[in-house]
């Protein structure tokens, strides 16, 4: 406002000094002030008249309408302008995690004494997923003149972008070289539909097992070695597998920078695992540990997929209102209570369970204990552990000068050190995203 307030102090000069030469030029009958005068006059006049451009109606667009962390889209403003003549100033107000690629987000024109548009066109790239709200283009504009003050305003034009985690490419998994005792895919079975000829394991005989399931070689090959139980082939079922996702929401994963943080690599994360899964038609169901609760029943389909994204946006929501409030219990006990707490859903199932977490040594009991817990509820005669840990490492992220990536170096080898106990009984990934991406980690899994 300090700019309107000189601006407007230059107009009351101007009508002194025109008043005051006026005066002079009638006393000294002066010709050549009085024709001066009369130009003075008419600008004076123009100067009143004509007023400040007002931006009177604004319209958005953005290309594409999906968005992922990491892309680019294109954002288009047009803001028509009607009425005054003089400098007009508008800007698109963006959010922080927006990042300008291409283009301005800000424009200075001259409008005319005729209705005018104009046009903002810049590309953004996207650091951070969530929902987001635009809605003000700020503007401001001044007299052609200089009579009046600097007119601020802001003008409405809502949009509302989801922008999604990151979504990697799995279509390589399939076929790449790697030590995948069991590809990941099949880390769950199908309990309950009609038996198909995908033969799967031997396993001892259960009451109630068909006879014409009996592996009798085999079961001859046990008893040999002072076995009781006849071997049975179980063969894989037509019912939809099952998968679950365990995410840790709490202030230690927004270990980063403002930009980029373990949190957000834990969405990306839960993103990918969730769709990856869907997309080979199993049940997900997903839960929350920590600070939050969220829970959603396993289903499969393109709805699933929809809740599963909007509780992200929801989590995202929740820490723009909260800020980065400090959990004050153990994220790891508390897993240990949600295991036991939906047991009912897969108790006796051959469930894959995955938990995105950020690894601590001072809860490394508590999580042992948690995986033992969603170990403890699985089929009878399942060998190892149905758990995948996705331990996302913020030390890289963090890091900004060599000192910095020593450091991080050296703690991420003290955190191996002590988790190595768990990271032998269970699939167990390292995920830094500094220095690879979440597809390059998938190919190294090892489900035992």
Request: hydrophobic share 40%; aromatic share 10%.
């Amino acid at each position: 406002m300090k700019t309107g307030m000189i601006i407007h102090h230059m107009g009351i000069k101007l009508v002194s000094l025109f008043l005051l030469s006026a005066l002079a030029g009638v006393v000294l009958g002066n010709p050549v002030i009085l024709k001066t005068l009369v130009l003075s006059f008419v600008f004076i006049c123009l100067g009143l008249v004509i007023s400040s451009p007002r931006p009177v109606e604004v319209r958005r667009q953005i290309l594409p309408g999906a968005c992922y962390v990491g892309k680019t889209a294109a954002v288009e403003v047009e803001v028509e302008l009607k009425g005054g003549m003089g400098p007009v100033v508008v800007a698109d107000v963006l959010p922080e995690s927006f990042l300008l690629e291409e283009g301005s987000n800000l424009l200075l024109v001259w409008k005319g004494m005729l209705p005018q548009k104009i046009n903002l066109q810049y590309r953004v790239r996207f650091t951070r997923s969530g929902k987001y709200y635009l809605d003000e283009v700020a503007w401001s504009s001044c007299s052609a003149a200089g009579w009046y003050p600097e007119t601020p305003g802001k003008l409405s034009a809502p949009a509302t972008l989801e922008v999604r985690p990151r979504l990697v490419s799995f279509g390589r998994l399939r076929n790449v070289a790697s030590p995948v005792k069991r590809p990941l895919p099949t880390g769950a079975s199908a309990v309950y539909g009609v038996s198909t000829l995908d033969f799967r394991e031997l396993r001892p005989y259960r009451y109630g097992d068909p006879c014409k399931f009996i592996n009798w070689k085999a079961t001859a090959r046990t008893v040999g070695g002072g076995g009781y139980y006849p071997v049975v082939n179980e063969f894989e079922k037509e019912g939809k597998k099952t998968a679950w996702v365990y995410l840790e929401h709490s202030g230690a994963m927004n270990f980063g920078t403002s930009m980029e943080d373990s949190w957000e690599y834990a969405l990306e994360a839960v993103h990918n695992l969730a769709t990856y899964y869907l997309k080979e038609n199993m049940r997900v169901g997903f839960c929350t540990f920590g600070k939050s609760s969220y829970f959603l029943y396993p289903a499969s389909g393109n709805r699933q997929y929809r809740r599963i994204l909007q509780l992200i946006f929801q989590l995202k929501e929740l820490d723009r209102r909260e800020g980065e409030s400090v959990y004050e219990g153990s994220s790891a006990e508390d897993l240990q209570k949600k295991a036991v707490k939906y047991r009912k859903y897969y108790q006796g199932e051959d469930t894959l369970h995955l938990v995105v977490t950020r690894a601590r040594v001072q809860e490394a009991p508590q999580l042992w204990e948690g995986i033992r817990q969603l170990g403890r509820y699985a089929r009878p005669g399942r060998q190892g552990l149905p758990v995948i840990i996705v331990n996302i490492g913020g030390y890289g992220l963090a890091a900004r000068t060599q000192a910095d990536k020593i450091a991080g170096s050296i703690l991420k080898t003290r955190d191996r050190f002590h988790l190595e106990s768990i990271r032998q009984r269970v699939a167990w990934l390292d995920w830094d995203p500094s220095e690879k991406s979440f597809s390059s980690v998938l190919k190294k899994l090892e489900v035992r």
